[in-house]
């Protein structure tokens, strides 16, 4: 799953929808609310713990605990790599 998930990253990244220029601006946890998740595209329930995250343009994207994680863990290591 976590290779899925790093795959799904860097198509979003190909794609636009995601960058790793820098770390999020902002970040809210919420209980998961039916959107779809930004990078595996599978919604999130309500048992789900959803991240809003607030990207340095200002566009919100929604993301699964785990897909946000894996995404934060890609901007460290490209900001590691700088």
Known sequence: MALEIDA?????????????ARLPSRASVVSGTRRQCDVCDEL??????EYEVE?????LVHLHRICYWA???ACAA???ER
């Not at 979003?12 to 790793?20: Q, R």
């Not at 990207?55 to 566009?59: F, H, I, K, V």
């Open 55 to 59: 990207l340095a343009n200002g566009r």
């Open 8 to 20: 799904a990253i860097q198509a979003k990244i190909a794609a636009g929808v995601l960058s790793l």
């Open 44 to 49: 999130m329930v309500s048992t789900d713990i």
């Open 71 to 73: 995404w934060f863990d």
């Open 78 to 80: 490209e900001k590691r």
